[in-house]
């Protein structure tokens, strides 16, 4: 009788999270800046368990921590064992480096959790090939200023070691890898911009929602469209855009989208890896923009998002901001008084039926006065 293959746990690396609260870094909560960037480490499996909050004055443009920092870190680093240490804020190449090199262990920053996140979150087709171009993106970024470090001593100005040759043959690579992503992400665009004719061809009216990572879409979809979205309590749970048909009483409203979320610090790669996704916005009727009333940093959410859709070219399209979540408020009058700034706005608890009905109240009376 064979016996059965004993299946033997993968150990996790010890891993150190450095929340930094510097003057480039204008956060008004920091404490929940720092909380999110452990929701983030938690959201790729890395555990919170080992986390150190900085406050600096000035960066170090070699090592970003200065020196007294530094030393504390690399000690912390040696008495716990550490063998990977990430920041949450972003570091140069250079500072990476340096960082790696003094610590002797592997160290990343926001930008490599995050596309981390996107990179194992993806499902699509689309989703994986627009991760995989952001990532490759930033790769190639890295080796920036790497031609001193990859090279050697070539004996007289204006010679070419060899390291600087792989340097370049390195770039070359990454940039053949790009160049066949973009193809395929092109035809995948293809496909999605037939479909998105169709739809519009049916003259049904598009609604999408968006918002701050962890807002609440999700539920808002599957408790709308009746869908089985995935729905977690963590940070970019949902990274492919969702489309379904929205009935409420029985009438055809139109058609729901749900999208990516978004997050301060979001990689430009990111953005404009997922611009193709993201442009469904661009074709909406209403946005629907989840705010999560209970986090308190959620006016620095709304002014995120208001950001990335400025960027993306979708700013001036008909919103209204949902402020779910209602039931974590301690005190729902003042609350609405200080949404007053936001209209029009409704107030809903997503994961209920009887919380929701706001919002299809709204959906209905929209759906009767548009042209």
């Known amino acids: 009788m064979t016996k059965p293959t004993s299946i033997v746990p993968i150990e996790q690396p010890k891993t150190l999270l450095i929340g930094v609260h510097s003057p480039f870094n204008p956060i008004k909560d920091i404490e929940s800046y720092y909380q999110e960037f452990k929701s983030l480490a938690e959201s790729n499996g890395v555990s919170a368990e080992h986390f150190v909050a900085i406050r600096l004055r000035s960066i170090d443009s070699a ?205 430009h790669k990111l953005i404009e890896a997922f611009k193709s996704t993201l442009s469904e916005l661009k074709h909406a009727h209403l946005l629907i923009q989840v705010v999560d009333a209970s986090d308190s940093n959620w006016e620095e959410h709304i002014t995120v998002v208001h950001d990335v859709l400025e960027e993306l070219g979708a700013s001036d399209k008909e919103m209204v901001y949902v402020f779910n979540k209602i039931d974590k408020l301690p005190n729902k009058e003042m609350s609405d008084f200080l949404f007053r700034n936001y209209q029009p706005h409704i107030m809903i608890q997503a994961n209920t039926a009887e919380g929701i009905e706001p919002l299809k109240t709204f959906l209905l009376e929209w759906k009767r006065n548009l042209k």
Not at 90 to 100: F, G, H, T, V
Not at 113 to 138: N, P
């Open 63 to 267: 090592t970003f921590l200065t020196l007294g920092k530094l030393e504390d870190v690399i000690a912390l680093v040696k008495k716990e064992d550490i063998q990977e240490v990430i920041f949450s804020d972003a570091l140069s190449p250079q500072q990476e480096r340096n960082l790696s090199r003094l610590l002797s262990c592997r160290v990343f920053d926001r930008t490599d959790l995050i596309l981390e996140i996107f990179e194992k979150g993806a499902q699509s087709a689309e989703g994986k090939t627009q991760v995989a171009l952001a990532m490759l993106q930033h790769q190639k970024s890295r080796l920036s200023g790497k031609g001193l470090y990859m090279s050697q001593q070539g004996g007289r100005i204006g010679t070419r070691g060899p390291g600087e040759t792989q340097k370049e043959k390195e770039v070359q690579h990454l940039e053949h890898l790009m160049l066949k992503l973009r193809r395929d992400l092109a035809k995948l665009q293809t496909v999605r911009e037939t479909q998105r004719k169709q739809r519009l061809g049916s003259e049904l009216p598009l609604m999408c929602l968006i918002g701050y990572t962890n807002a609440g879409k999700s539920t808002i979809l599957n408790q709308l469209t009746k869908s089985s979205v995935l729905a977690e309590d963590k940070l970019f749970a949902t990274l492919d855009t969702t489309t379904r048909e929205l009935f409420i009483e029985k009438q055809k409203i139109g058609l729901l989208s749900d999208t990516v979320g978004f997050i301060q610090q979001l990689p």
